[in-house]
């Protein structure tokens, strides 16, 4: 389960604080009205998240099928198939995240964002952050990125610590931690509201079953993003990333990067939820 959350919390990581632009920051919430569709639209275009969430589905194909090898003790049915099918289906993915960055962005100004994205070196880190998300479906891609970035700890490269310096300032491995307990809570919901669980199995016991995950999710998250930003963001120059960690400290760094997280967290949520309920009820079938 653990392996599969962090996988999907990725995007937030991998874009979360991505942007730079002269603006002033947020606009008072009473005097700003909700962005248009047309610009939500835009911007989700510019930072990639359509390409980005078909990734994801690929990813969670793949986890419906290590599920059903961990959880399920015979062969899965066709209805775990079609579940799968349903749980990550890309339109309905997009059009949760596109809603609710939409909702996240209300009282913030995106035009300046879209500026940056849609000109470079904007379009160049999302085009990095896509194809370095895709490049890690290969397991011997992402044994090399985490080797990588192992030895850049160890020897406190120049390169490493502007990655530490960029994920600092974002909060990225505390926000994916609490995103990623989220997640599994909501996967044990799933789980219990499909008859997998013992009836007198209590909300309180499930929680604190997740909490005892909480050091080896830390430790998976810390080392999964910074693997990946240090391959993502190979390319760039450090002058690029400097204004990119310079701009992640303002006030509408922060917001990009509150509403990133957003914008994914509660369909993360959803569809660990419905992954729960689904492999319950397959669980339930082989046992019959």
């Known amino acids: 389960m653990l392996t599969r959350v962090l996988a999907s919390l990725l995007v937030t990581a991998t874009l979360s604080g991505p942007i730079f632009a002269q603006t002033s920051g947020a606009s008072d919430p009473a005097n700003h009205e ?8 835009a911007l989700f275009n510019a930072l990639g998240l359509s390409e980005m969430i078909d990734i994801m589905r690929e990813e969670g194909l793949a986890y419906g099928a290590e599920i059903a090898d961990d959880l399920l003790p015979g062969r899965p049915t066709g209805d775990w198939d079609a579940a799968l099918a349903t749980i990550y289906d890309a339109d309905r993915m997009q059009s949760e ?61 120049p390169r490493y610590q502007l990655i530490d310096r960029f994920v600092t300032v974002n909060d990225l491995v505390e926000t994916n931690v609490v995103g990623a307990m989220n997640s599994n809570y909501a996967f ?20 604190s079953d997740v909490w005892s995950q909480e050091s080896e999710i830390r430790d998976k998250t810390t080392e999964w993003v910074y693997s990946f930003l240090l391959m993502a963001y190979s390319p760039l ?35 660990s939820r419905a992954l729960g309920l689904a492999a319950a009820r397959e669980m339930v079938t082989q046992e019959l």
């Open 237 to 271: 120059s450090d002058a690029d990333l400097e204004t990119y960690i310079a701009f992640s400290e303002t006030q509408a760094g922060a917001a990009m990067n509150r509403a990133i997280f957003q914008a994914f967290d509660g369909m993360f949520e959803d569809i």
């Open 97 to 157: 995240v596109l809603e609710d960055l939409g909702l996240a962005l209300a009282n913030e100004d995106i035009a300046p964002i879209l500026a940056f994205f849609e000109a470079e070196p904007g379009a160049t880190i999302i085009n990095l952050e896509v194809t370095a998300r895709r490049a890690l479906l290969d397991d011997a891609v992402k044994t090399a990125s985490k080797d990588a970035a192992i030895i850049a700890r160890m020897d406190e490269t």
């Open 34 to 41: 909700v962005p248009q569709e047309a610009q939500v639209e």
């Open 188 to 207: 044990y919901i799933g789980l219990k509201q499909g008859g997998a669980f013992p009836a007198d199995l209590t909300e309180d016991q499930i929680l």
